[in-house]
């Protein structure tokens, strides 16, 4: 089973940016589409951008135009460029197939974003 380690979050003042990285133990070819996934205090975890193999993109509407996702298939690995990052953005921030592999869940990566 894979398993994801997410990596690159911090604290960071509203307007700012951030790059996640997610490394897979095996390959992201297994699913057509990967995704980033993330669950703010007391809500339910949500993604916020998949990418299939093909390259293609979809984004949350809350994200949408300010966070950009990417893969790197010869390292196992999938990015999140998140930019102009507001409070609402907080959260801890993991990756995974989509649909989620429940088996997969890393431990995720804290991105606070306060001033």
């Known amino acids: 089973q894979v398993q994801f380690v997410e990596s690159g979050g911090g604290l960071v003042q509203p307007g700012g940016s951030l790059r996640l990285s997610c490394a897979a133990s095996?390959?992201?070819?297994?699913?057509?589409?990967t995704g980033w996934y993330r669950r703010a205090p007391g809500e339910k975890r949500e993604m916020v951008a998949g990418?299939?193999?093909?390259?293609?993109?979809t984004y949350a509407d809350s994200v949408r135009g300010r966070f950009t996702i990417s893969r790197d298939d010869a390292k196992n690995t999938v990015y999140l460029q998140m930019n102009s990052l507001k409070p609402e953005d907080t959260a801890v921030y993991y990756c995974?197939?989509?649909?989620?592999?429940?088996?997969?869940w890393g431990q995720g990566t804290q991105v606070t974003v306060a001033s």
């Open positions: 995974n197939y989509v649909p989620a592999d429940s088996g997969s």
């Open positions: 095996g390959s992201l070819l297994y699913f057509p589409t």
């Open positions: 990418i299939t193999t093909g390259r293609s993109t």
